[in-house]
């Protein structure tokens, strides 16, 4: 934040922001207008959307879904064949998710777009705090919650977006976590991944939704900015299960390293960005089949939701 010197863009309102990695001094104004250019940019450069496409928005009630849904939803003054519905998961995270899921109906409200809510219950029985409990009961799994969370919250959101009959599904998702899932793939020797998380993910099987992330180049700072400008109500209360994932340790050296050179989580975004051709042309396609328990696409003959589930049973 600063307090003097005026706008770079409009040379006329008092600057609140500098940005750092562009050089950029900015007023509220403008750096609004900024985030909302840089969404629609991105949407154009990676023909994101089609002027008919039913959006199944993916809305947590945190800052980053809530701003997207925002922006999207301005969007469909010029693109009036655009449908927009917002998809919740409720994980069942006592103390926690309740808050998010009142935030993100007031908010489906007010934009006047159709809010739409899966719970882990309801699809598999059980509550991620019922999961953790479980786990911790057996001792069968090294498995953190959020690693459980990760891959029952993708598949609740893809049933979720094919109920409301949605052809595309936006995330919240920005450069930070963009840049957070390049470097944990690595870490892990995922190659595989790396070709597969881009801003619109390929068409492998018709009951996978296609997913757009038109967040993608917006840091994650920039994103709270622009919830706070707007005055958009946010849960803003970390995940208590948050603190176990390795994405946490990540985070934290990323940010350690734009604070010391600027523009870095940038650098990495546009690094991936020109490898991922070339680690697409080495590893194999993979070929779907049908789980044999759930019905769903799966590599195997059981897909990794029921392997998981099969541990807590």
């Known amino acids: 934040m600063i307090t003097s010197n005026l706008c770079t863009c409009c040379k006329r309102n008092q600057a609140f922001y500098f940005r750092l990695y562009s050089g950029e001094r900015l007023c509220k104004r403008c750096f609004a207008a900024s985030i909302e250019a840089k969404v629609r940019a991105t949407l154009t450069h990676h023909h994101m959307l089609k002027f008919n496409d039913h959006l199944a928005v993916a809305v947590s009630g945190g800052k980053d879904s809530l701003s ?13 064949q655009t449908k927009l519905t917002a998809v919740t998961v409720d994980e069942g995270i006592k ?41 911790h009961e057996t001792g069968k799994s090294e498995l953190t919650p959020c690693a459980y969370c990760g891959v029952l919250r993708r598949r609740a959101i893809n049933i979720g977006a094919r109920q409301v009959d949605a052809s595309k599904i936006a995330t919240g998702h920005t450069l930070d976590d963009e840049v957070q899932t390049v470097l944990m793939n690595f870490l892990r020797g995922d190659i595989a991944r ?13 009951l996978f939704v296609q997913k757009i992330k038109p967040f993608c180049k917006i840091p ?16 803003d209360t970390p995940c208590p299960y948050a603190g176990e994932a390795l994405r946490n340790d990540i985070r934290n050296m990323l940010n350690r390293m734009e604070e010391k050179h600027a523009g870095t989580k940038f650098t990495v975004s546009r690094a991936i960005e020109k490898l991922r051709p070339a680690i697409e042309e080495t590893i194999k396609r993979e070929h779907f089949k049908t789980c044999r328990e759930c019905g769903e696409p799966s590599s195997g003959d059981l897909c990794k939701t029921c392997e998981m589930l099969h541990l807590i049973r």
Not at 112 to 135: C, M, N, R, W
Not at 194 to 206: C, G
Request: hydrophobic content about 40%; glycine content about 4%; charged content about 30%.
């Open 68 to 80: 997207i849904l925002h922006i999207l939803s301005k969007l469909r003054r010029h693109r009036p």
């Open 95 to 135: 103390g926690y998710r309740d808050e998010a899921l009142t935030i993100a109906a007031d908010s489906c409200k007010k934009l006047e777009v159709p809010h739409q809510v899966i719970s882990f219950k309801g699809l598999y029985g059980f509550t991620l705090d019922e999961i953790v409990a479980k786990l």
């Open 194 to 206: 790396l070709a597969k998380e881009k801003p619109v993910t390929s068409e492998v099987h018709p």
């Open 220 to 235: 994650e700072r920039e994103s709270a900015l622009y919830a706070y400008i707007k005055k958009i109500n946010f849960q």
